[in-house]
């Protein structure tokens, strides 16, 4: 089984880092600055490995997903600053907390705990959902200064979403608006993770921190924890209903199968579409199952304006992805790519605009 590590910083912290609070303060400026140490090649590769199957995709259910809550989640915030000087506020369940939750739920053996230790990416097994990844950061940005793709209702899909960060800024957006008045067709966010534990375990959590960190400002801190009961529960899913927006969770491998499920799943009056992928091609195999996945959705999804943002790392060291082989393999395929945004401090970035022809 196919191990590796990308050796760039993400902004989430392991309990054995030789200095914490220096990595701590380093990652929180990669998340605010977008820049990162220079990655170091890795001997190892992301390719699917011979006899090992690709988890099927599968809807999973909201409900089963809130069913597995603990009876509380300890967060802490981290800030993006926006192009306009101005800034969002993101809080995200700790690792260590899921950790906690394994432990205990493993009754201390620690099994199930893939994901959660050195490697990036374990081949088959895991793709890296429980970590933050700078490009995610990229795309809030964008998503902040294009309101057209939230703002008026419609569809918007993350996939390889991990920790959510630019659904969580579109959930935020979405109900401070709606809550001074704003009127706005049904919203359906969509989340697929190749892990259904990564919806479980981050997602959903994350989900409701930023709800929660919007409906319920009084003693809210930036670090902390949050109390979960049904009560809060059925809060939760209320305010999405008063705000007309739905969530649909996804696990397992990109391909056909994933397809049919979001087409047959994501629902909206509205013809505005926007696909979502960060960190999504970092390696051959990745990129190519990722474009033809993105692809077959926009080509089967309901709706007049399609457009996915898809925000990368310009070369991926030692495994292979590149922006310019997806831009080419896309536009081989008919689409129109542009790119819209730039990060050259660090490791290069970049945020490119998919569009299928006519759209």
């Not at 979405?174 to 993770?193: N, P, Q, T, W």
């Not at 077959?296 to 060291?317: C, I, N, P, R």
């Amino acid at each position: 089984m196919s191990t590796f590590s990308f050796s760039f910083s993400g902004d989430d912290i392991e309990e054995d880092s030789p200095n914490p609070t220096a990595e701590i303060e380093e990652r929180k400026h990669v998340a605010e600055s977008g820049t990162l140490q220079r990655p170091s090649p890795s001997v190892s590769s992301a390719f699917p490995i011979s006899g090992q199957p690709l988890l099927p995709p599968k809807l999973c259910s909201p409900t089963d997903l809130l069913a597995t809550l603990p009876s509380k989640i300890a967060y802490s915030t981290l800030r993006i600053k926006l192009d306009d000087g101005s800034e969002v506020k993101i809080p995200r369940r700790e690792l260590w907390d899921v950790r906690v939750q394994l432990m205990a739920e493993d009754e201390g053996s620690g099994e199930g705990m893939v994901g959660l230790g050195k490697d990036d990416v374990k081949t088959g097994v895991y793709e890296g959902g429980f970590k933050s990844w700078e490009s995610s950061v990229d795309v809030v940005r964008v998503l902040a200064s294009r309101p057209e793709h939230w703002a008026f209702g419609g569809k918007v899909l993350e996939l390889g979403c991990g920790t959510a960060l630019p659904t969580l800024a579109v959930l935020q957006w979405v109900l401070k608006i709606r809550d001074e008045g704003a009127e706005g067709k049904g919203l359906s966010l969509g989340l697929a993770d190749y892990n259904s534990s990564v919806l479980q375990l981050v997602t959903l959590p994350n989900l409701m921190l930023s709800w929660a960190q919007v409906t319920r400002t009084e003693g809210w801190e930036e670090e902390g924890e949050l109390e979960i009961d049904e009560d809060l529960i059925d809060a939760f899913l209320a305010s999405l209903r008063n705000v007309n927006l739905t969530l649909s969770f996804f696990s397992g491998a990109w391909g056909p199968e994933l397809v049919r499920l979001v087409g047959e799943n994501m629902r909206s009056v509205s013809s505005q579409i926007t696909i979502i992928g960060a960190e999504t091609i970092y390696s051959p195999f990745a990129l190519k199952s990722f474009a033809e996945t993105l692809l077959g959705l926009m080509a089967s999804m309901d709706g007049e304006k399609k457009t996915a943002l898809v925000a990368a790392k310009k070369v991926y060291f030692g495994v292979g992805g590149s922006m310019e082989d997806f831009c080419e393999m896309v536009r081989a395929k008919g689409a129109l790519v542009g790119q819209i945004r730039e990060e050259s401090d660090g490791v290069r970035r970049a945020v490119v605009e998919v569009k299928m022809t006519g759209s």
